[in-house]
C-alpha cells in the first residue's frame, strides 16, 4: 500500500522517475551529476528508505500514535515528495565523511561547517567547492 501510493505521488510530480514495481529499489530518479550519484528509494515494512549515490541514505517514517495506516501513509508520502521537490531544486546539502554522510537544508548549515578536511560537500546538482 504505502509504495502504491508514493509511486502514485512521484508519477504526479516528477517526470524523470523510473519505475520497476518488482525491484527492490522501485522508485530511481537519474544522477544530475555523477559525484553525486542516482536518488533510490526501497519499501522497507512501514517506512522508505531513499538512497542518494553513495552518498547518504535516510529513513521515512511516520510513528505519531492513534493514525490509522492511511493516514501514516500519507504523512510519509507527503514527506517524501517535499524532500525530493526541495533536493531536487538544490535547496540541501549533501555531506560524506569517511563513516558517515547526511543531508541538511541550506540555511542550517554555517560555511565554517563546510571547511572540515574530512567531510565532502554536494548539491543535487553537484560537488561544492569549499575554499579554505
Known amino acids: 500500500m504505502l509504495k502504491e501510493k508514493v509511486l502514485n505521488s512521484l508519477l504526479h510530480h516528477f517526470n524523470d522517475v523510473t519505475v520497476d514495481r518488482k525491484s527492490k529499489y522501485f522508485a530511481i530518479f537519474p544522477a544530475k551529476h555523477p559525484e553525486v550519484g542516482e536518488v533510490r528509494i526501497e519499501e522497507d515494512g512501514s517506512e522508505l528508505i531513499l538512497y542518494i549515490g553513495e552518498i547518504t541514505h535516510g529513513h521515512f517514517g511516520s510513528y505519531e500514535p492513534g493514525l490509522s495506516e492511511q493516514e501514516h501513509s500519507e504523512i510519509i508520502v507527503e514527506s ?53
Open 80 to 132: 517524501v515528495t517535499d524532500f525530493l521537490r526541495d533536493l531536487f531544486a538544490d535547496e540541501y546539502y549533501l555531506f560524506r565523511g569517511d563513516q558517515s554522510g547526511g543531508w541538511a537544508r541550506l540555511d542550517m548549515v554555517k560555511e565554517s561547517d563546510m571547511r572540515s578536511r574530512n567531510m565532502r560537500w554536494y548539491k543535487w546538482s553537484g560537488p561544492i567547492t569549499i575554499d579554505n
